[in-house]
């Protein structure tokens, strides 16, 4: 099993940059795929990024690819979301996910298991 905690989410101007950090806890995290979503109030969850567990591979979401890059240290158990040109329709939570190695569909929320708190980033026009 592994314990996910989200931080790094603070008050940002639009075109501003901010990197969010998941820290995970147990000793399967090498082995996890690993996942960003976001949700904004009655809005469904929506999947931002993600590190796959067979190659380390990155996926994006449509809205996101080329201002958000996601990578790990698994040195540290840290996952990190470095999210450039933030827009005001991005004001949301940021969740992190882990989902054991096994295959499936990345982008999806069913694919994880665990999931953190969320932090909350709001961003200013």
């Known amino acids: 099993q592994v314990q996910l905690a989200e931080s790094g989410g603070e008050s940002v101007q639009s075109g501003g940059s901010l990197r969010l950090s998941c820290v995970g806890t147990?000793?399967?995290?090498?082995?996890?795929?690993m996942g960003w979503f976001r949700q904004a109030p009655g809005q469904e969850r929506e999947f931002v990024a993600a590190?796959?567990?067979?190659?380390?591979?990155?996926h994006y979401g449509d809205s996101v690819k080329g201002r958000y890059t996601v990578f790990r240290d698994v040195a540290k158990k840290t996952m990190y979301l470095l999210m450039n040109n933030l827009r005001s329709t991005e004001t949301t939570v940021y969740y992190c996910a882990a989902a054991p190695p096994e295959p499936g569909q990345v982008k999806t929320e069913a694919f994880y298991t665990n999931w953190g708190q969320g932090t909350q980033v709001p961003v200013s026009s």
């Open positions: 590190i796959y567990w067979g190659g380390d591979s990155t």
């Open positions: 147990g000793s399967t995290f090498r082995t996890f795929s």
